[in-house]
Nanobody
Framework: QVQLVESGGGLVQAGGSLRLSCAAS????????MGWFRQAPGKEREFVAG????????LHADSVKGRFTISRDNAKNTVSLQMKSLKPEDTAVYYC???????????????????WGQGTQVTVSS
């Protein structure tokens, strides 16, 4: 069984930075696309960023492009999300997850991903 543990969230002022980490156990995820999603209160879970198995290809949502950067360390079975220039609208619970199937294509829909962790809360004050 795959287990994912997200960490690094917290309370930060607008314009600040945070680095989220996602540690996986139970399966080596080096052959899977990994994604970061977020869910704000009353809203659907939305795609934030994805990264190919090798890390060579990344995809970021337009809302975070230029501010967030996804990366991975396959030796450590971890995925990170560096966030800078944070805005109040970035406030949400952030989740990481692997795609359901092995492959290289980054998908942006929630249903393509599985084994969600508990998430980590990011709160950006204005």
């Amino acid at each position: 069984q795959v287990q994912l543990v997200e960490s690094g969230g917290g309370l930060v002022q607008a314009g600040g930075s945070l680095r989220l980490s996602c540690a996986a156990s139970g399966r080596t995820l080096s052959r899977y696309v990994m994604g970061w999603f977020r869910q704000a209160p009353g809203k659907e879970r939305e795609f934030v960023a994805g990264i190919s198995p090798s890390g060579a290809v990344t995809l970021h949502a337009d809302s975070v492009k230029g501010r967030f950067t996804i990366s991975r360390d396959n030796a450590k079975n971890t995925v990170s999300l560096q966030m800078k220039s944070l805005k109040p609208e970035d406030t949400a619970v952030y989740y990481c997850a692997p795609r359901r199937t092995i492959g290289m294509v980054i998908k942006t829909t929630r249903d393509e991903y599985d084994y969600w962790g508990q998430g980590t809360q990011v709160t950006v004050s204005s």
